[in-house]
């Protein structure tokens, strides 16, 4: 019983996320398939043959929250396979520089995930553990390969 009890805590407690300072912000979207099938607004092919990543990948998390340590490897895994097509940029939101950042992102939990099309513009948003399998189908579903080692 003490077993079935501690995995029901864990996990709730990694499909929650954790709790981020910032209440009260509307969420642009929301996380779930029907968001995968939408198409970039910039055309890759086009962007392909222009230099610089294709997609810009935001972690809003903190090196003091379980699921954001825990996006801590999913990211250095994206980073390998993707190189140059896609930029990682993290942010700490529990410190002063990284706090801005979640205001302007307006997140409401940590972690967040934001994706960025080569012009800037979200097409995407994820609250919580994103698996790297989920990731990589964003990624394919909207034109953005692995880089063959």
């Known amino acids: 019983m003490r077993k079935y009890v501690l995995f029901l805590f864990v996990f709730v ?6 709790s981020a300072e910032k209440k ?20 890759l092919e086009k ?6 990543p294709l997609v810009t990948f935001v972690e809003l998390g903190s090196i003091n929250c379980v699921p954001c340590r825990m996006m801590q490897k999913v990211m250095t895994e994206v980073e390998t ?9 993290f942010y700490d ?7 801005p950042f979640g205001a302007k992102y307006g997140i409401n ?4 995930q934001v994706f960025l099309d080569k012009s ?17 189908f964003l990624l394919k579903k909207n034109g ?6």
């Not at 407690?13 to 954790?18: E, I, K, Q, S």
Request: hydrophobic share 35%.
């Open 144 to 149: 953005v390969e692995k880089v063959k080692k």
């Open 24 to 43: 009260g912000v509307e969420q642009k979207g929301s996380a779930g398939a029907a968001l995968m099938k939408e198409k970039l607004p910039v055309t």
């Open 13 to 18: 407690f990694l499909t929650a996320g954790c």
């Open 93 to 99: 939101v529990w410190t002063e520089a990284g706090k």
């Open 47 to 52: 962007a392909k043959k222009e230099t610089g």
């Open 109 to 112: 939990v940590i972690p967040t």
């Open 120 to 136: 800037g513009k979200e097409f995407f948003r994820h609250e919580g553990y994103f698996p790297k399998e989920d990731l990589d």
């Open 81 to 89: 396979d993707y190189k140059d097509n896609v930029k990682i940029v």
